[in-house]
């Protein structure tokens, strides 16, 4: 019922059941993967799985970035940014759930030099915010 779609939707290491290879919403029929191995491609996906993806993206591209005083700008989807998010704040797992980040709303990251959170904010009005914050919230069901 809708804990278990809760647990899959926000719990850190819970994969929601894998969509069959023949399913037209399985990874390997959407066209952005043409050129990746099929078999590489994964019919389902926790959080932990998510930033074992994230993180080398994190290392290899923006971390150069960021070390060279660049400003960089994340564009992602929520379980990216959830993933960015629990590593940057050092999210423990068991809290990883509650973190209901509002979408459309531009989180800024302060970050030291050995790239360690300073401060964290999102722009626009604190209102807005904490009303969408909490719609999402209610998008993830009951917790």
């Known amino acids: 019922g809708a804990e278990q779609v809760h647990l899959w939707r926000r719990a850190y290491d819970v994969r929601p059941?894998?969509?069959?290879?023949?399913?037209?919403?399985?990874?390997?029929?959407?066209?952005?993967?043409?050129?990746?191995?099929?078999?590489?491609?994964?019919?389902?996906?926790?959080?932990?799985?998510?930033?074992?993806?994230?993180?080398p993206y994190w290392e290899?591209?923006?971390?150069?970035?960021?070390?060279q005083g660049l400003p960089v700008l994340i564009a992602a989807h929520g379980n990216s940014l959830r993933a960015l998010i629990k590593h940057l704040d050092a999210v423990p797992d068991d809290d990883i759930a509650n973190l209901n980040i509002p979408t459309g709303y531009p989180l800024v990251?302060?970050?030291?030099?050995?790239?360690?959170?300073?401060?964290?904010?999102?722009?626009?009005?604190?209102?807005?915010?904490?009303?969408?914050?909490?719609?999402?919230?209610?998008?993830?069901?009951?917790g």
């Open 17 to 55: 059941p894998p969509l069959p290879w023949d399913d037209p919403r399985h990874p390997r029929f959407d066209p952005r993967y043409a050129d990746q191995d099929p078999e590489s491609l994964p019919a389902t996906e926790s959080l932990h799985d998510t930033l074992r993806r994230v993180l």
């Open 60 to 67: 290899s591209h923006i971390t150069p970035d960021l070390r």
């Open 109 to 142: 990251y302060e970050l030291d030099g050995d790239l360690k959170t300073i401060r964290h904010y999102y722009l626009g009005d604190p209102e807005e915010i904490a009303a969408a914050t909490r719609s999402v919230a209610r998008q993830a069901g009951p």
